[in-house]
């Protein structure tokens, strides 16, 4: 059974209970498991698109340069589409 969060992820469920599929997905396509420094990013910005071509593996270092760290969408999206960016508060360095 497969479910869709408010971010626009899909779930499914597995023998370990419910995984992002697109983390199911590459690991299915690299033969091993994920390890701890990796992410799944989706190429084009929509979180429901979990087609292997668009699903691509980076560190989370790599991951977290160009998504937003709230929640880790893409800078400017909204529930796994890209939109308008919304102004940052001004923040102490």
């Known amino acids: 059974m497969a479910k869709?969060?408010?971010?626009?992820?899909?779930?499914?469920?597995?023998?370990?209970?419910?995984?992002?599929?697109?983390?199911v997905i590459m690991e299915k396509k690299l033969g091993r498991k994920l390890r701890e420094d990796e992410e799944v990013h989706h190429k084009n910005g929509k979180f429901g698109d979990n087609r292997p071509s668009n699903l691509e593996i980076m560190t989370t270092g790599d991951h977290n340069k160009i998504t937003d760290r709230n929640g880790g969408r893409p800078k400017g999206s909204k529930n796994g589409e890209h939109s308008k960016p919304k102004p940052r508060e001004n923040r102490r360095v």
């Open 4 to 23: 869709t969060m408010n971010s626009g992820h899909q779930m499914v469920y597995t023998k370990d209970g419910y995984k992002y599929a697109h983390r």
